[in-house]
């Protein structure tokens, strides 16, 4: 660490990592700032999302569909749903995030008043897609009177306990930050997760009324906390990228290239040096079997296979000079 001459100066301190100042002083004249280190590594340092808890529920309910299917999709018989977004507010009434009193890790999560837009897939007797509609519901509504209330399979609320050891995330747009839940779904907005608390759904439709244009959806939320952390893993090399294949009828060249391996660089590079002496020869050439480093001579003649000595390299076809192969 640099030492500043005097007590007001205002110099800097550069400080560098423990791994580079002793590669640097261990006699091995290695700098990774110049010259980083280029092998297959047996341990790779990473930064994974690692659950530290998660807790699910099962929920059901019967909603419109969004769609006159005898008029707009008569022939649809089947469906099949997935949750694209899942919305909903704090406070009470909606959700809230509370600490357990006396138990500094873990909190009580309540949830109510859930907005859940679904992907719901229409097909007929032959399995063909007839078309997508999006409908939108509410699970776990806040009032008994809602039309998708059940006491046993959608309540106004429920609550969950889970273990957060290291805190959950707050919303800090507004004046005062506020605890936050982020919903992990398919929209741009939010296919990622979070460090904190992260809840995502699963659907499943367990049937469909073509005659009152109503669906049946299974719902499973799954609340997690989730962290991020540094990992050592042991690596095994990089992953090996599996080529598609083009399907045709003929079979021709280019054809059999395309549906091929890929290519690849598989050249081996010399050796410079001993024990191999491979600046002395190629492969192809026929060296005498004596020679070894520093043992022997290089001859002047070089045989080529098929070649006698003393015929050109590449002898002319028409017999004018020297013999074909």
Do not use: W
């Amino acid at each position: 660490m640099a030492k500043c001459k005097s007590g007001r100066c205002g110099c800097k301190a550069r400080i560098v990592s423990n791994v580079i100042q002793n590669m640097q002083g261990n006699g091995t004249c290695i700098d990774v700032c110049t010259n980083p280190i280029r092998e297959t590594p047996k341990v790779l340092s990473i930064m994974a999302p690692l659950i530290y808890d998660e807790i699910g529920i099962n929920l059901c309910t019967t909603f419109p569909v969004g769609a006159d299917l005898s008029t707009a999709y008569p022939t649809a018989v089947s469906a099949t749903a997935r949750v694209l977004n899942v919305s909903y507010t704090y406070g009470d009434g909606n959700v809230m995030i509370e600490t357990i009193t006396g138990r500094p890790n873990c909190f009580v999560v309540t949830l109510s008043n859930l907005s859940v837009q679904f992907a719901v897939n229409l097909y007929d007797a032959n399995c063909r897609l007839l078309g997508t509609v999006y409908p939108e519901t509410t699970y776990l509504p806040p009032e008994i009177t809602d039309a998708t209330y059940d006491e046993d399979t959608n309540p106004t609320s429920v609550e969950l306990e889970i273990f957060a050891p290291y805190g959950i995330s707050y919303d800090t747009a507004g004046d005062t930050p506020a605890p936050n839940i982020h919903y992990v779904g398919f929209s741009l907005e939010n296919n990622y997760v979070r460090q904190g608390l992260n809840l995502y759904a699963m659907a499943k439709v367990l049937g469909l009324g073509t005659d009152d244009n109503a669906i049946t959806v299974g719902l499973t939320l799954v609340l997690q906390s989730l962290y991020f952390a540094g990992y050592r893993v042991e690596s095994i090399g990089k992953i090996n990228t599996p080529k598609g294949s083009l399907i045709a009828p003929d079979n021709s060249s280019c054809l059999r290239f395309v549906a091929g391996d890929l290519l690849d660089l598989a050249i081996k590079p010399l050796e410079l040096g001993p024990p191999l002496c491979e600046e002395m020869y190629k492969e192809e050439c026929k060296m005498p079997c004596t020679l070894q480093c520093g043992v022997g001579a290089i001859d002047d003649t070089i045989v080529l296979p098929g070649i006698t000595a003393g015929q050109p390299e590449n002898p002319d076809t028409t017999g004018n000079t020297g013999t074909t192969n």
